[in-house]
């Protein structure tokens, strides 16, 4: 079998890793306990976790045991990473709750069986800790001075940085030595701008247990133009299929930019390279079968065959300008709303498409709302009984996004 190291090497995963010709033996020899942290800022993981998701996959398939950490702690601070202002603070509560919607996705995609893997909190020994016994054990070995010229404290120095946030760089280090004390971790991964955090603990352990642990971070996911690979102009691309329907999944994979194809092929689906060469190579309008391959890959690891399979039916059924259902996200109404008539704007807010009325009327204006097919020039215009076909109506906001509107 291939080492795991040069799988994700070969892949396009790895980005910087500390000791890698040690590292790489160790992962060649012996079943290795490693991990990575995942903050509890939201009620659902993102396209962007996936790809540390596939990481995991990648070495659990090789023999390694991941263990899925969940920040219920850490959540508290907030990561100051790539942040200009402080993190909104969320309850207890609030974090709790995301951290059991967390489990439930993790669960569909790692082997927990038999300890094959782990999940565990980080809440569950960083909420108790006694400040002066943790600043004696840990926080000696941080060097104020040097923590200052990292990116993820320096960019803050002028707009404000509270000691609150300073803290969280120790916490995440304290994971670390938490997780190889006791369960024998030896390795933290995640993404290129966690890199000072993840030196931070992984110099932590070497220095309180003299042991040789390592260090290694992927790149983020990021299109071809720069921008955040699962950000678009209508928010974030969601795990949770209620947050995002498997359709708006598969869209949104099938809209990749040519110049994205093979890295997201390699990235995010474990197709053989050669394969994935094959389609990579496909020209013009050839592209697109491979990006077919890639949305309906994705879609199929993350909500199953099934809603793949109906996405792919309702993508190419769009396509053709035909008006299958398949499964394009749809809401029902009940029919007196429009009996008596409903403005367009207000409709556009009540099915999820845009989230105030004045972000619906800058749509409308630039022409980016249509229904069946007709263009929406009309920012007053009342939405009744007479533009629907059959009891139902689709909208689709910009060139990409449907939404189907039924009557009940």
Known sequence: MANVFDILQERGYIEQVTYEDEL????????????????????????GHFLQIMVMMHMQRAGHRPIALIGGGTTMVGDPSGRTDMRKLLTKEEIDYNASRFKEQFSRFLDFSDGKALMVNNAD???????????????????????????????????????????????????????YRDYGCKLQVGGSDQWSNILGGYEL??????????????????TASGTKMGKTAEGTIWLDPEKTPPYELYQYLRNT????????????????LDEIEK????EGAEINKAKEVLAFEVTKMIHGEEEAIKAEKASKALFAGAKEEGSIPFTELDKSIFEEGIGILN???????????????????????????????DVGKIITLEDFQDGKMLIRKGKKVYHQVRIK
């Open 205 to 222: 352990v070497r220095k309180l247990e003299g042991d040789k642990v390592y260090a290694m971070t992927f790149k983020l996911l990021q």
């Open 24 to 47: 790489r033996e160790l992962l060649g020899k012996e079943s290795v306990t490693f991990y990575i942290g995942f903050d509890a800022t939201a009620d659902s993981l993102t396209l």
């Open 279 to 282: 389609l990579a190579s496909l």
């Open 257 to 272: 930019d040519d110049r994205d194809v093979e890295t997201f092929l390699k990235l995010l689906t474990f197709l053989p």
């Open 347 to 377: 409709l556009l807010k009540d099915v999820g498409l845009t989230k105030s009325n004045s972000e619906g009327r800058r749509l409308v204006e630039q022409g980016g709302i249509t229904i069946d097919d007709k263009k929406v020039k």
């Open 125 to 179: 020994w960083l909420l108790d800790l006694n400040f002066l016994d943790f600043m004696r054990e840990v926080g000696v070995h941080f060097s104020v001075n040097r923590m200052l010229t990292f990116d993820c404290y320096k960019n803050r120095m002028e707009g404000g940085l509270t000691f609150f946030e300073f803290s969280y760089m120790l916490m995440q280090s304290y994971d670390f030595l938490k997780l």
